[in-house]
Structures are given as C-alpha cells and as structure tokens.
C-alpha cells in the first residue's frame, strides 16, 4: 500500500513537471531567422506615430442627460462644445431630443455661494479657497416640450447642474416657473 501511493505521487509529480516544460516551451520566443520569408513580404508597415494635432481646437467636454427611449429613466451621455455656456447646451439638448427645434435661452443666470459642504458632482470643498459653484441657477426658455414631465425636466435640470456649476436649477417657460429649485437626480434610475 505504502509503494503504491509513493508510486502514485511520482506520477503526479513527473505529470506536472512534463506540463510545466511544455508551457515554458511554448512561451519561449523563436529566433527571428526562422521566421518565413514569405511572411515578411506580406507584413503591413508599422503606422507613424500619431501625434496630437496642434491646430485642433480646444473642446470643453460636457454631460448631456437624456430620456431613455423607453421613457422610464435618464441617461448620460459626454459631448463637447467649443465653448460652454447655456445657449450650447440648450442646443445639445435640442440635438438629443430633449428639448424641441427652435427652443431658445431667454436668460440663464447662476448666483449665491452654496450654503452646505455639498456643492455638487465631482466638487471639492477646501477651506479657504472659494469655489465656482453657485447655489441657485434659472434658465428662462421660450418653449418646453412637456411641463408635466418630471423626466424632461430633470434631464435639463442634471444637464445644467453639472456643467454650470449650480446646486439647484429653477426652469422658466417664457418667465413662468415650470419647475423649481431641482437637485441634482441619478440617471439610470
């Protein structure tokens, strides 16, 4: 009994041994001279380096939220602008469905310093130094699409919100309220 499991670890240890050869065997490099002359023939050339192109302009990347197609729930997506400000978002916003064609900012103005630790997505607070959020935003637009649709709105809201630097965002139709002091509302939900 004693020779047979003394025999049976042998095996198992010289099974492993010969798998360990094999798989170091098939990582070892080949010598380049081996290679097919043929094979070097028809390899592509290596591509240039790519370099970033100088002259390009500068975008200011942005969050853009939507209603699913299903109209259950928000999505993000990311797009950029040549500069930001609320007329290019508005017309993201138009380009995404969210808002109808020829809707367009009456005002937007952004004021007061956040009164809470929590100022918004991605916004550090270090003390003393004064941060570019503001507490309360309006956007005043000559159309919306559906006032009573909470998820239209909360798509202009988030869009607002996190590329403007605001806390809470009050929606205007032609300087009624549609909606006021929206936060900040998870996509996806």
Same mark, same amino acid.
């Given at each position: 009994?004693?020779?047979?499991? =003394?025999? /049976?670890?042998?095996?198992?240890?010289? /099974?492993?041994?010969?798998? !360990?050869?094999?798989?170091?065997? %098939?990582?070892?490099?080949?010598?380049?001279?081996?290679?097919?002359? +043929?094979?070097?023939?028809?390899?592509?050339?290596?591509?240039?380096?790519?370099?970033?192109?100088?002259? %390009?302009?500068?975008?200011?990347? =942005?969050?853009?939220?939507?209603?699913? %197609?299903?109209?259950?729930?928000?999505?993000?997506?990311? &797009?950029?602008? &040549? #500069?930001? &400000?609320?007329? %290019?978002?508005?017309? /993201?916003?138009?380009?995404?469905?969210?808002?109808?064609?020829?809707?367009?900012? /009456?005002?937007?103005?952004?004021? $007061?310093?956040?009164?809470?630790?929590?100022?918004?997505?991605?916004?550090?607070? @270090?003390?003393?130094? #004064?941060?570019?959020?503001?507490?309360?935003?309006?956007?005043?637009?000559?159309?919306?699409?559906?006032?009573?649709?909470?998820?239209?709105? +909360?798509?202009?809201?988030?869009?607002?919100?996190?590329?403007?630097?605001?806390?809470?965002?009050? @929606?205007?139709? *032609?300087?009624?309220?549609?909606?006021? *002091?929206?936060? !900040?509302?998870?996509? $996806?939900?």
């Amino acid at each position: 009994m004693k020779k047979a499991s =003394v025999r /049976l670890i042998r095996t198992v240890l010289c /099974l492993a041994g010969a798998m !360990m050869i094999f798989s170091m065997s %098939a990582c070892t490099p080949t010598d380049k001279g081996a290679v097919n002359a +043929q094979e070097t023939e028809t390899a592509a050339p290596t591509a240039p380096a790519k370099n970033p192109d100088p002259t %390009a302009p500068v975008l200011d990347v =942005v969050s853009i939220y939507s209603v699913s %197609a299903d109209g259950s729930k928000l999505e993000g997506t990311m &797009d950029a602008v &040549d #500069e930001l &400000d609320e007329e %290019a978002l508005v017309s /993201l916003l138009v380009q995404y469905k969210v808002l109808e064609e020829g809707t367009e900012v /009456l005002e937007f103005k952004a004021e $007061g310093a956040p009164s809470s630790e929590e100022v918004g997505p991605g916004v550090v607070k @270090i003390p003393g130094v #004064e941060s570019e959020v503001k507490e309360y935003g309006t956007l005043n637009l000559n159309k919306f699409p559906d006032t009573e649709n909470e998820l239209l709105l +909360q798509a202009v809201a988030n869009t607002f919100i996190e590329n403007m630097n605001i806390v809470y965002l009050t @929606i205007q139709v *032609n300087g009624e309220t549609a909606a006021e *002091n929206l936060s !900040m509302a998870d996509a $996806g939900k």
